[in-house]
Nanobody
Framework: QVQLVESGGGLVQAGGSLRLSCAAS????????MGWFRQAPGKEREFVAG????????YYADSVKGRFTISRDNAKNTVYLQMNSLKPEDTAVYYC????????????????WGQGTQVTVSS
C-alpha cells in the first residue's frame, strides 16, 4: 500500500518555474514506478512524465520534453517534477501516481494516486 501527497503547485507567470513534490508513505516505495499526470478542465487526464524505480529511467510527453524534469529520491520517498518555461497550456491539476508494472502513459494502469495539486500559468 502506498499513499501519495503532492505539493508545490501555485500560480506563476508564463516563462516561470515550479517544482512539484510527491511524498509517499510505505516501506516499498522504491519498488514502484512513478508517473506525473495532469488534467485540465474538460480534458482527459494525460501523461506528463514517468520514472522507473530501479535505474531512474525517465519518460516525457512530447509537450513537456526539454522543459520538465522528473526525479526521485528513494531515501526520502519523494518524487519531484521540476517545471521550467511554463506556458498557459500547462495549467491543470497535477497528480502523481504509482504502479508496480513498467512506467506507462495509460493512467488507468496506475494503482495509487495523490489528491492532486493545482498549477495555474498566467499569460
Amino acid at each position: 500500500q502506498v499513499q501519495l501527497v503532492e505539493s508545490g503547485g501555485g500560480l506563476v507567470q508564463a516563462g516561470g518555474s515550479l517544482r512539484l513534490s510527491c511524498a509517499a508513505s510505505g516501506r516499498t516505495f522504491n519498488t514502484y514506478n512513478m508517473g506525473w499526470f495532469r488534467q485540465a478542465p474538460g480534458k482527459e487526464r494525460e501523461f506528463v512524465a514517468g520514472i522507473s524505480w530501479n535505474f531512474g529511467i525517465t519518460y516525457y510527453a512530447d509537450s513537456v520534453k526539454g522543459r520538465f524534469t522528473i526525479s526521485r529520491d528513494n531515501a526520502k520517498n519523494t518524487v519531484y517534477l521540476q517545471m521550467n518555461s511554463l506556458k498557459p497550456e500547462d495549467t491543470a491539476v497535477y497528480y502523481c501516481a504509482a504502479r508496480l508494472g513498467f512506467v506507462s502513459g495509460d493512467y488507468s494502469l496506475y494503482n495509487y494516486w495523490g489528491q492532486g495539486t493545482q498549477v495555474t500559468v498566467s499569460s
